[in-house]
């Protein structure tokens, strides 16, 4: 699996849209603005491969990149407070949508803000993920904003809020620092080997 070789093949807007599932899909979830563009650029020392967004809440769309041996699938974005009620429906269209479909889940990377306690959308989403029995790892993003001990802090909080285990997969990163980059490489080689 080379990271520093991965395009962007296309964005759907409805999920019956998508194409059927031909290699292991990496998906990754988080609300808008957690830094999940960001995140995927660093992965694959893109810069402008995923947009980061300054303006959060745009259409949402499923965006795929294609990588050797794995896709790498951009979920829209949850919880920007200002997006219209047509705007949510079409986000749980296509979440869901993608959810039901009969893919190759390999790993689902679920990002979460290490500042904050999680929101009431992500913990649905990390319900969701366990009760499905996907494979996940939750990433904290944006961990340069705390000290060091405050991220031990936060990550062993939200390991309690979210009801994960002492040793559930939780990776802390920083798409500015590359801080946590190589060990969610390490994590999503390993998920689709
Ligand atoms: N300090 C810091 N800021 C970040 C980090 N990752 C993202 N951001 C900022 O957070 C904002 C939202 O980032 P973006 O990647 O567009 O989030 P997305 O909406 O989840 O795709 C932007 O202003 C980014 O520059 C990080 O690791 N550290
Ligand atoms: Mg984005």
């Given at each position: 699996m080379n990271f520093n070789n991965v395009s962007f093949e296309r964005s759907?807007?409805?999920?019956?849209?998508?194409?059927?599932?031909?290699?292991?899909?990496?998906a990754f979830s988080g609300r808008s603005n957690v830094g999940k563009s960001s995140l995927l650029n660093k992965l694959f020392n893109r810069k402008?491969?995923?947009?980061?967004?300054?303006?959060?809440?745009?259409?949402?769309?499923?965006?795929?990149?294609?990588?050797?041996?794995?896709?790498?699938?951009d979920l829209?974005?949850?919880?920007?407070?200002?997006?219209?009620?047509?705007?949510?429906?079409?986000?749980?269209?296509?979440?869901?949508?993608?959810?039901?479909?009969d893919r190759d889940?390999?790993?689902?990377?679920?990002?979460?803000?290490?500042?904050?306690?999680a929101s009431d959308l992500d913990e649905n989403m990390i319900r969701f993920l366990r009760e499905a029995d996907l494979p996940f790892v939750v990433?904290?993003?944006k961990a340069d904003k705390l000290s060091r001990q405050q991220q031990n802090k936060q990550k062993a909080a939200l390991k309690r809020q979210l009801e994960l285990g002492q040793d559930a997969p939780?990776?802390?990163t920083s798409s500015a620092k590359g801080e946590?980059?190589?060990?969610?490489?390490?994590?999503?080689?390993e998920a689709v080997s």
């Open positions: 759907f807007g409805t999920s019956a849209q998508l194409e059927p599932s031909t290699m292991p899909e990496v402008g491969l995923a947009k980061v967004s300054q303006t959060p809440g745009k259409t949402a769309t499923i965006n795929f990149f294609a990588g050797d041996g794995a896709r790498f699938v829209p974005g949850y919880g920007y407070a200002k997006v219209s009620k047509s705007e949510k429906e079409r986000w749980s269209e296509l979440i869901e949508g993608y959810f039901n479909q889940f390999a790993l689902v990377v679920a990002l979460v803000d290490i500042r904050h306690a990433a904290l993003t939780m990776v802390v946590g980059i190589d060990e969610l490489r390490r994590i999503i080689k």
